[in-house]
């Protein structure tokens, strides 16, 4: 591996001009193709294998005019104090702006509340439902303009309007934030290498990087039905990987120059030695990415796929742009040590004989690991309590800012029908093999009234085929509550007995369930999951470091740092620790799918600092120093260079807590916190601190599985092998008689 990534590496070197012309050239294809792609619109959502899907599915086979997929809007009206909704002047503006409401040209239905008689008891609280044709993403401007124009005009009758539903959904933003965290990456950059020009060479390559992998997601998104998340995630892990990747490549180049190697040939051991660790990290965040293939839902499988395609891109830009891009910088990157006179050069040459940083820290650990080891599992410990607190859950309009009008119709029509109006249930019952479907739909019904936590249950009629109809079930309690989820289980409890009793099959869908469902299947697949990506990322790390101990310690270091963050993200976005510094508007329930999200990505990117840090310790005990003084060598030459790419990496992350989306905000929360408590606390202290107990036996391998596994020379022990080859020549030249 060391061998080939070497002589790769001294190749983009050499045909430097080739091999940044074939990135450019792929960059203007992917820019000009997303240009030029269709605009894709809301990504479908769905769960195979699971009831809410099945009855999903069905009905859109046995009523295909349905446009089940089509945005809703919920206009919610409230009387002024003291007066109702069925008074004379109210119910003409509510009727002016149901007749507004139809006119759109994507307006498939409206509903008067008059006449299907959805007002409140107290008579204070009316709603009107709008259905269109087209998804909420994919509503034309001019629909939604309507929507708001015929609500404020009910305002001005005197009415106070608000309206929920998804046709008002907008593309999420990321905000300013993001844009802090690149700058962010940029001065820990130029403060760890001293020079723009090397600081300058990681974030050009990850923004090529990024642009040609986001422009690739943009050309295939309406084929593959991307959505705008998938597109934020990858930029969000190829930012981060790809100035990583570039950091340590650039950070080893300058290391070689120190030791007095020409340009070219620092190059490409550079390459062959941080870029064999490189290929290793790349791969583990690849597996743990596509891994989520696993959990077997679409929209999950394509956000990780899109990601480690981006991650493939870094890969790939460090191991040939990188050195193509140091050939073109000459004598203006320096070597290690030496920094640009603007930037401190005289006061660096001062400090030049001191130990740095990591090797102090690394003697400290070594001399006390016992004591680092304590603080290290205590203080992650500690920040994992709240995750035993974790409440999962998928959100609605129930958990946006009281400041939407989303919100405030969530709120209105909680207090006029009850909490469980904003999560009805959807009852598909399938009636075909029923010898009287009308029957068989009354049965259906009364069993369902019979249950607990029920308000109101009400059938549509059968459809055109008469083989089938829907129940709207009104539960008792709100949509995310164990009550609701409970009678959910209580009704496909009843299934087995209505189909033995009339021969109909009930299915429970609608998007409480769905919820349910969504959540029950990441809690069932985490588990394999999870043994899948360790297992197979375990195997890897085996190869790379020719060690059992090292891999299942790093292993149990990634379990602590993911349950501190997982405790971390309960803190503040269920519990409102620091909610108000972060931006958090409203405390709720944490994503579903944040567990299983954070378990692959956090591990894949986890092992990039294990990799990073630890080759450079396994390269010193190879080259035959003690265990101990190869802790502290591994960290002399790694340390600055692996807290720089955690500082970026959380910098990167944590630029995207400024997004409107509350998924990408908590997604960028935990990530960054995720990195800071396996990078600072589980790589830099607990890590060494074992290794230190363990000494010899760290790197401890059955002789039986030292010759059964593949030599990866990680460690560039076959460059130095070549070294001692050109020597050896060398000296038969000089010893040649003339």
């Given at each position: 591996?060391?061998?080939?990534?070497?002589k790769?590496?001294?190749?983009?070197?050499r045909?430097?001009?080739?091999?940044?012309?074939i990135w450019?050239?792929?960059?203007?294809l992917?820019g000009?193709?997303?240009a030029?792609a269709?605009?894709?619109?809301t990504?479908s959502f769905?769960?195979p294998?699971?009831?809410?899907?099945?009855?999903?599915?069905l009905?859109?086979?046995?009523?295909?005019?349905?446009?089940?997929?089509?945005?809703?809007a919920?206009v919610?009206?409230?009387?002024?104090?003291g007066e109702k909704?069925?008074?004379a002047?109210?119910?003409?503006?509510?009727e002016?702006?149901?007749?507004?409401?139809?006119?759109?040209?994507?307006?498939?239905s409206?509903t008067?509340?008059?006449?299907?008689?959805?007002i409140s008891?107290?008579?204070t609280i009316?709603?009107?439902?709008v259905s269109y044709k087209v998804?909420?993403m994919?509503?034309q401007?001019?629909?939604?303009?309507a929507?708001?124009?015929?609500?404020?005009e009910a305002?001005?009758?005197?009415?106070?309007v608000?309206?929920?539903?998804?046709a008002l959904?907008a593309?999420?933003?990321?905000?300013s934030t993001?844009?802090?965290?690149?700058?962010v990456?940029a001065v820990?950059?130029?403060?760890?290498?001293?020079?723009?020009?090397s600081?300058?060479?990681?974030?050009?390559t990850?923004?090529?990087g990024?642009?040609i992998?986001?422009?690739t997601i943009?050309?295939?998104?309406k084929?593959l039905?991307?959505?705008?998340t998938t597109?934020t995630?990858?930029?969000?892990i190829g930012?981060a990987?790809?100035?990583d990747?570039?950091?340590f490549?650039v950070s080893?180049?300058?290391?070689?120059?120190a030791?007095g190697?020409?340009?070219?040939?620092?190059?490409g051991?550079?390459?062959g030695t941080a870029g064999?660790?490189?290929?290793f990290?790349g791969?583990?965040?690849?597996?743990?990415?596509?891994?989520?293939s696993?959990?077997?839902?679409?929209?999950?499988?394509?956000?990780g796929v899109?990601?480690?395609g981006?991650?493939?891109?870094?890969?790939?830009i460090?191991?040939?742009m990188i050195?193509?891009?140091?050939?073109?910088?000459?004598k203006?990157?320096?070597?290690?040590?030496?920094?640009?006179?603007?930037l401190?050069?005289?006061r660096a040459?001062?400090?030049?004989g001191r130990?740095?940083?990591?090797?102090r820290?690394?003697?400290?650990v070594v001399?006390r690991?016992?004591a680092?080891l304590?603080?290290?599992v205590v203080?992650l410990?500690?920040a994992a309590?709240?995750a035993?607190?974790?409440?999962l859950g998928l959100?609605?309009?129930?958990?946006?800012?009281?400041?939407?009008?989303q919100r405030r119709a969530?709120?209105t029509?909680?207090?006029?029908f009850?909490?469980g109006f904003?999560g009805p249930?959807?009852?598909?019952?399938d009636?075909k093999?029923?010898?009287?479907?009308e029957a068989?739909?009354?049965?259906v019904?009364?069993?369902?009234k019979g249950?607990?936590?029920?308000v109101?249950?009400t059938?549509?009629p059968l459809?055109?085929?008469?083989?089938?109809?829907?129940?709207?079930?009104?539960?008792?309690s709100?949509?995310?509550?164990?009550?609701?989820?409970?009678l959910?289980?209580?009704?496909?409890g009843?299934?087995g007995?209505?189909?033995?009793?009339?021969g109909a099959?009930?299915l429970v869908?609608?998007?409480?369930?769905?919820?349910i469902?969504?959540?029950?299947k990441l809690n069932?697949a985490?588990i394999p999951y999870?043994?899948?990506?360790?297992?197979?990322?375990f195997?890897?790390?085996?190869?790379?470091f020719?060690?059992?101990?090292v891999p299942l310690k790093?292993?149990?270091?990634?379990l602590?740092?993911?349950l501190?963050a997982l405790?971390?993200?309960?803190a503040v976005f269920?519990w409102?620790?620091?909610?108000?510094?972060?931006g958090?508007?409203?405390?709720g329930p944490?994503?579903?799918?944040?567990p299983?999200?954070?378990?692959?990505?956090?591990?894949?990117?986890a092992?990039?600092?294990e990799v990073?840090?630890?080759?450079?310790?396994?390269?010193?005990?190879?080259h035959?120093e003690?265990?101990?003084?190869?802790?502290v060598?591994?960290?002399?030459?790694g340390?600055?260079v692996v807290?720089?790419a955690?500082?970026i990496?959380?910098?990167v992350?944590?630029?995207?807590?400024g997004?409107?989306?509350?998924?990408i905000?908590?997604?960028?929360?935990g990530?960054?916190?995720?990195?800071?408590?396996?990078a600072?606390i589980?790589?830099?202290?607990?890590?060494?601190?074992?290794l230190?107990?363990?000494?010899k036996?760290?790197w401890w391998l059955?002789?039986?599985l030292?010759?059964v596994?593949?030599n990866?020379?990680?460690e560039?022990?076959?460059?130095?092998k070549?070294?001692e080859e050109r020597?050896?020549k060398?000296?038969?030249r000089?010893?040649?008689?003339?």
């Amino acid at each position: 591996m060391a061998t080939f990534l070497y002589k790769l590496g001294r190749l983009a070197f050499r045909r430097r001009h080739f091999v940044a012309l074939i990135w450019v050239a792929l960059l203007t294809l992917a820019g000009v193709g997303a240009a030029s792609a269709p605009a894709a619109g809301t990504s479908s959502f769905s769960i195979p294998g699971t009831e809410a899907q099945k009855a999903f599915d069905l009905l859109e086979q046995r009523n295909p005019g349905m446009s089940a997929d089509g945005a809703t809007a919920r206009v919610v009206f409230k009387a002024p104090s003291g007066e109702k909704m069925k008074d004379a002047e109210n119910k003409a503006t509510v009727e002016k702006a149901v007749e507004a409401l139809g006119d759109g040209s994507e307006v498939t239905s409206v509903t008067d509340p008059y006449e299907s008689k959805s007002i409140s008891k107290d008579g204070t609280i009316a709603y009107t439902q709008v259905s269109y044709k087209v998804s909420g993403m994919e509503l034309q401007d001019s629909s939604k303009e309507a929507l708001e124009d015929a609500a404020q005009e009910a305002r001005a009758g005197g009415l106070t309007v608000e309206i929920g539903g998804d046709a008002l959904q907008a593309v999420p933003e990321t905000g300013s934030t993001e844009i802090i965290g690149i700058a962010v990456a940029a001065v820990v950059l130029v403060i760890t290498f001293g020079s723009l020009i090397s600081a300058g060479l990681p974030l050009l390559t990850a923004l090529i990087g990024v642009g040609i992998g986001i422009s690739t997601i943009t050309v295939l998104a309406k084929a593959l039905d991307l959505g705008s998340t998938t597109s934020t995630l990858a930029m969000m892990i190829g930012l981060a990987v790809g100035i990583d990747y570039a950091l340590f490549i650039v950070s080893r180049y300058r290391a070689e120059l120190a030791e007095g190697r020409e340009r070219e040939e620092a190059a490409g051991r550079a390459v062959g030695t941080a870029g064999s660790a490189v290929v290793f990290a790349g791969l583990t965040v690849v597996i743990a990415l596509v891994g989520l293939s696993v959990v077997n839902i679409p929209m999950l499988t394509k956000m990780g796929v899109a990601a480690a395609g981006t991650v493939v891109i870094a890969v790939l830009i460090a191991l040939t742009m990188i050195p193509a891009l140091l050939g073109f910088a000459g004598k203006r990157v320096q070597p290690a040590g030496k920094k640009s006179k603007l930037l401190g050069g005289a006061r660096a040459a001062k400090k030049a004989g001191r130990p740095n940083m990591g090797t102090r820290w690394a003697s400290f650990v070594v001399r006390r690991p016992v004591a680092v080891l304590l603080f290290g599992v205590v203080a992650l410990g500690a920040a994992a309590i709240p995750a035993t607190s974790l409440e999962l859950g998928l959100g609605d309009d129930g958990s946006q800012p009281t400041s939407t009008t989303q919100r405030r119709a969530y709120d209105t029509l909680s207090d006029g029908f009850g909490p469980g109006f904003n999560g009805p249930l959807m009852i598909v019952a399938d009636v075909k093999a029923s010898d009287d479907p009308e029957a068989a739909v009354t049965t259906v019904t009364d069993r369902i009234k019979g249950l607990d936590d029920v308000v109101s249950v009400t059938a549509s009629p059968l459809n055109e085929a008469g083989d089938t109809a829907t129940i709207n079930v009104i539960p008792d309690s709100k949509p995310s509550s164990i009550t609701t989820e409970d009678l959910v289980h209580a009704i496909r409890g009843e299934a087995g007995d209505i189909k033995a009793d009339t021969g109909a099959q009930v299915l429970v869908t609608g998007t409480t369930a769905m919820n349910i469902d969504f959540s029950q299947k990441l809690n069932d697949a985490l588990i394999p999951y999870l043994a899948l990506v360790v297992g197979l990322a375990f195997l890897l790390l085996i190869v790379v470091f020719r060690s059992i101990l090292v891999p299942l310690k790093a292993a149990l270091g990634f379990l602590l740092s993911v349950l501190a963050a997982l405790g971390a993200v309960v803190a503040v976005f269920q519990w409102g620790w620091f909610a108000g510094l972060l931006g958090v508007e409203e405390t709720g329930p944490i994503m579903s799918m944040m567990p299983i999200f954070m378990v692959g990505v956090v591990f894949g990117l986890a092992m990039d600092y294990e990799v990073f840090l630890v080759t450079r310790m396994r390269e010193a005990y190879v080259h035959g120093e003690r265990p101990n003084q190869a802790i502290v060598t591994g960290f002399n030459h790694g340390a600055r260079v692996v807290t720089a790419a955690a500082i970026i990496m959380m910098a990167v992350f944590g630029g995207f807590i400024g997004s409107t989306e509350s998924m990408i905000k908590m997604i960028g929360f935990g990530l960054a916190i995720a990195v800071f408590f396996d990078a600072f606390i589980v790589r830099m202290a607990i890590v060494p601190a074992v290794l230190a107990l363990l000494g010899k036996k760290a790197w401890w391998l059955p002789k039986w599985l030292d010759r059964v596994l593949p030599n990866v020379d990680v460690e560039g022990e076959g460059l130095r092998k070549l070294d001692e080859e050109r020597r050896g020549k060398d000296e038969d030249r000089e010893l040649a008689p003339v």
